[in-house]
């Protein structure tokens, strides 16, 4: 199999065609083991190039919507900038803010950034600023790391999805890719992924399908169109997926009490254990959105609140993976809109991107890490400077892909991973 | 507004407008018919064209001023401009477009209604242009085939046909009934005749606007709080009454005021945050420009400089669109930091919100370039003179190019001029090749937002002839659509995805294509519901209206009289109250939004047509699951396949209701007298065509296995020719 077969819809639609030589065969799939599909995304995998490069084999992007307050989590500060929460010590030789207890106990397992930056203040634009890399434009929609990563090493499960988004809709999703590289939306992680069972009896389901087959065999056979094939493939995924001991992975039913517990039972904890259960199964990415993060005011009760659900998920997702021997192999990103200002006026704080943290976790980089700094007050970014372009290109690294590498749009526009910025090779231990 | 009926009354004496003698809308000129020619006959190539050139149009009509009155006598000044269905939209000298309900008018009018229509249709391009210029399409694509070795597609069954007929001009596919009628007949010119039906069908306007949705990038709130309700309706009445191209370019470019006052400003309001980025996509939109990269820089791969794409940008220079001192004193009425009464936040932002997004010109043009512009063409931070760009050489004596740039208030109008002038080198073009694009597929030219060199259409000649016919209809798109519709070329089966790679597709007929999801959605709905779907509307306009500032200055005492006037008027849902009752955030609130007959809600579903829904629909909505555009980039809908789209048709809520046993489709087969002519009707509605022997003899076993009638729809429903377009 040419390794690039994966990563061109068309050469893709070959390799798909190759496996299903039925016209819509509904028991295609099952000659497609899950070890071809191994086999194949591992020789997609281009040679590994230094520190960090292609370890994290998943990627869980937790993004907090509203604007994370840098200076109220990872970032504490002492004068005019602090916040109504003191700093505490941690596992590691940094401070968080009180508002993070569960997350200081496993900071020596992180990676926290304090000098992100950028020019981005309105919460739309930001958001897509930071699932795409790029800046939003009026002309044209960049696709978020887990289509690129669709693009360049192909599906990462034989009837899995190979990005999920979980709290969220599938927007800022495959951009220019093809709509089959788009995130696979779970809306409500209790609820699972939505209308996967039938609504009548086996014995009607089994007559229905046998009758669509038959059916549906006529204008396939006269038709041979690209997208009336893929039609045939989506169903057949889709059949499977209904039937495949696999769909477990979006039932968190399936999860002891006290794991459940452990996440926090609101829908950002459930979210990160449905992660968690989605990359065990061979998901690749997955992200998880955690709503109310912007705090103009009452930023003391929201940070005690969502700070701390957000910190008892994390810490438990964190500690979650690395038990189960994952964390090496999964990068838990902690993302945010922009930080917010220094100047804490009681309340609460404005939107501000000059300076924002993120903490990257597992996937390769270093423990108990602290990469850059802001100034005194939070204000901009002190040393070591990172973009979100460059946020983007040093996940893309860590995910194996080529980010140095151009990729032109259907209208002739070079992108890459991270719009061309440098990763910064320093996380990585 | 509402269509008139006795309930809306009182509302009739406001809007009566005295009799005016100057110039009737909607009165386009039209030419004398003249002869037919030689009807063409299928062959590989045809053969040239007779030289004598049939004239599009015929002549004018007469006028169509009256004074429309209902039983209890109250009367109405106004032109008429369409009859759809039941509703006669007719506008005033003021500009104002009105409903009415036919079966609310006295029977003089009634009859008026009907003969105007039939005399608009007759007096439409004659018969005998459409054959010509449907004819000049096949010639000029023969003519490449036979160049390249290739060959015309078959000639389409009346089965394709009648499908994709009805997908393509009334938005959903044909039930049982009119499949089996159009089967049936006998008619030589069945074909023709069925075209000419569906364009005038309440089909149309809602396929068009599903269509331009995409395209003008329709949304119901452009933002926090500004809802873009009239913009929605005002583009519907214009559908309705079949405005041409160049007339609804012009009014959108061109209108004044805020989205209350005006629905025609929604297009350009909504960039009124992003001014540049406006520009961009209006170049992009009416005449296939790619500037989009020179807005930030030169161009790697076009003509246009970063120097051009400011030059076009400063004919809007002078106008604003978001009012941003009046929205500051709202807010500060609203937090009671003003004089007066202390007026509710939520219905003060609302109503500056529909105020003060307001399109507007200035004495001054005051664009420059950025600070940081890298060219030595311009100094950065110092002013641009408009000017507009030249595709070739020859434009320089273009006529359309005559414009004067001296009043900075007049710039947009001028623009706007220079855009749809019929000689605008690339206006017609644009909307020939994005029609084609929807009736065949694939555009002339791709992509359709980049046709800044036309001998890089796959038939250069081809885009040429079909700009040509779009001005002799001068821009009706309804005609234009009937000369395509009648080409051989169209009426051929269709090819699969061709690969562009190995070259241009050069049209042997059109291509298979999934719905757009637009389609899929309202032919389930005909499948649900029954044709009767066709004729549920919603206007969430009118409470719009009621908005507008009196004197439009952000004053206290403004803003009481609105507040005053919504609250009598029982229109709360304007102002974002609690009280929702039209057109607000909820689904009781939507339901009431309804004109006439109120849709069904069945499995958590509004049972309605996709353009009479929110736009666009929510994002789990089977529309955005099935590809509809989240609206907030032009063009972007997709018909890209999906695993939760398979969910959705297989169990979802759409799949319940296809297969329910009150399923229109479902029920009117079950009248059958034998299993045959129920299995029939099911292949006719859902793939508008009777079995074969084989899918029969399967259908019946399985409905002597277990299966009814339902699952035989849900299996229809889920087969991928249910999908796909032939």
Known sequence: MNPDSLRDPLDRRTFVERCARYAFGLSVLPLLSKRSFAETVAAAQPLARGAGFGKAKHVIFLQLQGGLSHIDSFDPKTGDAKGPGNPIATSADFQVTQYLPETAKIANKLTVIRSMTAKVGVHANAQYLMRTGYEKRGTIVHPMLGAWAQHYLGRSHATLPATVCVGRPANHGNGYFPAGYSPLPILDPEEGLANSGSRVSADIQSKRLTLLQRLDATFSHQMPDENVRAYGDFYDTTLQLMKSSDLKAFDLAAEPGAMRESYGRNKFGQGCLLARRLVESGVRFVEVQSGGWDMHKGLEDSMEDKGGEFDRAFAALVSDLESRGLLDSTLVAVTTEFGRKPGFDGSGRGHHPLAFSTVLAGGGAKRGYVHGSSDEKGYGPASQEMTVGSFHATIGWAAGLPIEKEYLTPSGRPMAVGNKAKPSLEVFA | ?726
């Open chain 2, 1 to 726: 507004m509402r269509p008139l009926t006795l309930a809306s009354a009182t509302v009739l004496a406001l809007l009566l407008v005295s009799w005016s003698a100057s110039a009737a809308p909607g009165g386009k000129k039209r030419r004398q018919p003249t002869p037919a020619t030689a009807a063409p006959t299928a062959v590989a190539q045809p053969a040239a064209p007779a030289a004598s050139e049939a004239k599009p149009l015929s002549e004018a009509l007469p006028s169509p001023w009256r004074q429309w009155s209902d039983p209890a006598g109250r009367k109405l000044d106004a032109a008429f401009c369409s009859l759809i269905g039941e509703v006669v939209t007719v506008q005033t000298r003021a500009g104002q477009t009105h409903r009415l309900y036919l079966g609310g008018l006295v029977p003089e009018d009634r009859a008026f209604a009907h003969d105007y229509a039939q005399r608009l249709k007759a007096k439409s391009f004659a018969d005998a242009y459409v054959k010509q210029a449907s004819y000049q399409i096949d010639y000029l694509i023969g003519s490449t085939l036979v160049g390249k070795g290739q060959k015309f597609n078959a000639p389409a069954t009346d089965e394709q046909f009648v499908r994709r007929i009805y997908l393509d001009s009334a938005g959903r596919v044909p039930t049982a009934e009119e499949a089996r009628t159009f089967l049936a007949d006998a008619t030589p010119n069945k074909r023709a005749n069925l075209i000419d039906q569906l364009v005038y069908s309440p089909g149309y306007t809602m396929q068009m606007y599903n269509w331009l949705g995409d395209m003008l990038r329709v949304k119901d709130s452009f933002g926090k709080n500004v809802p873009a309700f009239t913009f929605e309706d005002w583009l519907k009445d214009q559908l309705a009454a079949d405005r041409p191209w160049d007339e609804l370019v012009r009014t959108m470019l061109t209108a004044d005021g805020s989205l209350a006052e005006n629905g025609a400003t929604g297009f350009l309001l909504y960039d009124a945050q992003m001014p540049l980025d406006g520009v961009s996509n209006l170049l992009t939109t009416f005449l296939g420009a790619n500037v989009a990269c020179a807005q930030c820089h030169d161009h790697p791969l076009a003509e246009w400089s970063q120097k051009d794409f400011y030059q076009m940008a400063a004919f809007f220079g002078a106008s604003d669109g978001y009012d941003e001192k009046s929205i500051s004193q709202a807010k500060k009425l609203a937090k009671g930091k003003s004089s007066g009464p202390v007026l509710p936040k939520a219905g003060v932002q609302r109503i500056a919100s529909a105020n003060f997004f307001r399109m507007v010109d200035t004495p001054k043009q005051d664009l420059t370039f950025p600070k940081d512009y890298k060219y030595d063409d311009a100094k950065p931070g110092s002013a641009v003179a408009p000017a507009l760009i030249r595709w070739s050489e020859a434009d320089k004596k273009n006529p359309a190019y005559n414009v004067d740039t001296t009043n900075p208030a007049q710039l947009r109008d001028e623009f706007a001029r220079w855009m749809t002038h019929a000689d605008n080198p690339r206006f017609a073009a644009n909307i020939a090749n994005r029609v084609w694009k929807k009736a065949f597929g694939l555009a002339v030219q791709e992509p359709v937002t980049d046709i800044d060199d036309p001998k890089k259409a796959s038939n250069p000649e081809l885009l040429a002839h079909l700009a040509q016919i779009m001005k002799a209809g001068h821009f009706d798109l309804r005609e234009f659509q009937r000369v395509i519709f009648n080409s051989q070329t169209y009426q051929r089966s269709a090819s699969a995805t061709p690969d562009l790679e190995k070259g241009p597709y050069l049209f042997p007929g059109p291509l298979v294509r999934r719905m757009s999801a637009e389609q899929v959605w309202d032919s389930l709905m005909v499948e649900s519901v029954g044709p009767a779907v066709d004729q549920i509307s919603l206007r969430r306009g009118d409470d719009m209206k009621l908005l507008a500032l009196p004197g439009g200055a952000a004053t206290p005492e403004a803003f009481k009289v609105v507040m005053d006037r919504v609250r009598e008027a029982d229109g709360m849902a304007a102002l974002g109250g609690g009280n929702k009752k039209k057109g607000g955030g909820s689904e009781k609130g939507l339901i009431s939004a309804y004109e006439g007959a109120k849709p069904q809600q069945r499995f958590g579903m509004i049972l309605a047509r996709a353009s009479e829904l929110p736009q666009p629909a929510a994002e789990t909505h089977f529309l955005r699951v099935f590809g509809q555009s989240d609206r907030l980039i032009a063009d972007t809908s997709t018909t890209d396949g999906s695993v939760p789209q398979a969910l959705l048709m297989m169990n979802g809520g759409i799949g319940q209701l296809v297969s329910d046993p009150n399923c229109a489709a479902v029920v009117s087969a079950s009248v059958g007298k034998t299993p045959d002519e129920k299995i029939d009707a099911l292949y006719l509605a859902f793939l508008g065509r009777r079995p074969n022997t084989g899918e029969r003899t399967a259908t019946q076993a399985a409905l002597r296995d277990g299966l009814a009638l339902n699952d035989v729809a849900w299996t229809l429903a889920n087969t991928r020719e249910f999908l796909f377009i032939q």
